[in-house]
């Protein structure tokens, strides 16, 4: 017999989308129609960025979108809170799960609070300990105003004690985001990417070797010399891969003259990808260079050798037992330090973390409805 709990959950970013579907099938079995409200704040909000998720993932489309999507970051937090009170008093939920640690996640996270509903965190406990990113200020409020802390790892977990969160309210449950992975790899090993890219002339041929590039953070997309010479330090590795560079909307203009001025035929800058079309890619890549979190955690699955354009990470899970490895964007020599990295990768010894297994949504479920 469906249990009588409401979960509302809260979204907003791509990071979001990819962990609230596990989490809202898996309740599916347990919660009758009509128990579960999914709130889309609006923060990704074209097709590229957000419908095709929803789509390819089979996500139900949000019962409600706030439409915030224009606006410094704390005109738009002000905004999503302002605005989710009434969907959140109307729905009158038991718990509001939020994910991550975008800025939908913690306005999510402050208006449930305020309206004293218990606080899911999914992806607790992370920390990067760099508290100029607005994502790590974003995870160390939500944590500490959660009633229920999920973590992904064992050292989140430590994280969160040692930040004196009662042992109570913490579960280690491992990591959602697989959990897509996970059930979608019967998708992604049928996407014609590579075929489209001209990376795989037909289904029964050879890969053709090549590098992803995925740039985002502002602190290596904004400066324009930053950004010229990360792209040139990429360039300049000695391999004839082409690299393949997916790129965010409002970097395009800016990166298409720098490569122009810098002749780089061996970066293929296309559109941002669906989720499957983007594993696939990422799943048959000789390597993959990033600046983002949850592909650090996507090639350590995968067994995809990563190299993250960071000082730290809040991941360090998948450079002590993944793939990846932590290279600072500032080093003088970054082409020299890359290479290197790409000489070791064949006897750095990797597996997949533990409870990174498929099964997380289904833990969190055993906790919040029983």
């Not at 959140?88 to 509903?117: E, H, M, Q, W």
């Not at 594993?279 to 050798?305: M, V």
Request: hydrophobic letters at 35%.
């Amino acid at each position: 017999m469906p249990k009588q709990k409401r979960i509302l959950h809260i979204v907003g970013a791509r990071p979001n989308f990819i962990k609230v579907g596990p989490l809202i099938k898996a309740m599916q079995g347990s919660l009758a129609d009509g128990q579960q409200l999914l709130v889309h704040t609006g923060q990704h909000f074209d097709s590229n960025m957000s419908n095709i998720f929803f789509e390819q993932l089979g996500i139900p489309y949000p019962d409600i979108n706030l439409g915030v999507s224009n606006g410094s970051a704390l005109v738009l937090l002000s905004e999503m809170i302002s605005r989710l009170e009434d969907p959140i008093r109307n729905f009158s939920p038991d718990c509001i799960a939020v994910y991550g640690d975008t800025n939908s996640t913690l306005a999510g996270a402050l208006a449930g609070s305020k309206l004293n509903i218990p606080i899911a965190h999914i992806e607790s406990g992370l920390r990067s300990r760099d508290n100029t990113m607005p994502e790590e200020i974003n995870r160390v409020i939500t944590d500490h105003i959660s009633s229920y802390l999920f973590t992904p790892s064992r050292d989140a977990t430590e994280n969160l004690l040692a930040e004196n969160i009662a042992t109570d309210k913490i579960y280690f449950v491992g990591n959602i985001m697989i959990d897509t992975l996970v059930s979608s790899m019967g998708q992604i090993d049928k996407s014609q990417i590579l075929q489209k890219l001209e990376l795989r002339p037909s289904d029964t041929s050879q890969i053709k070797p090549y590098n992803v590039l995925t740039l985002h953070r502002p602190s290596n997309v904004d400066d324009t010399e930053s950004l010229t010479k990360l792209i040139d330090s990429v360039l300049n590795i000695p391999s004839q891969n082409p690299t393949i560079f997916p790129v965010h909307p409002r970097s395009r203009d800016k990166i298409e003259t720098i490569i122009n001025n810098l002749k780089a035929n061996k970066l293929i800058c296309i559109e941002p990808l669906g989720y499957i079309e983007f594993l696939c890619l990422l799943k048959h890549a000789t390597l993959a260079i990033t600046d983002s979190g949850g592909i650090q955690e996507e090639t350590t699955h995968l067994g995809t050798p990563c190299i993250t354009l960071r000082t730290t990470t809040e991941r360090p899970i998948t450079i002590s037992e993944g793939t990846n490895t932590l290279i600072n964007p500032m080093e003088p020599n970054l082409t020299k330090r890359i290479i290197e990295v790409i000489n070791s990768q064949s006897s750095k010894p990797a597996r997949i973390p533990e409870l990174w297994d498929g099964k997380t949504a289904e833990r969190i479920v055993e906790v919040l409805i029983g």
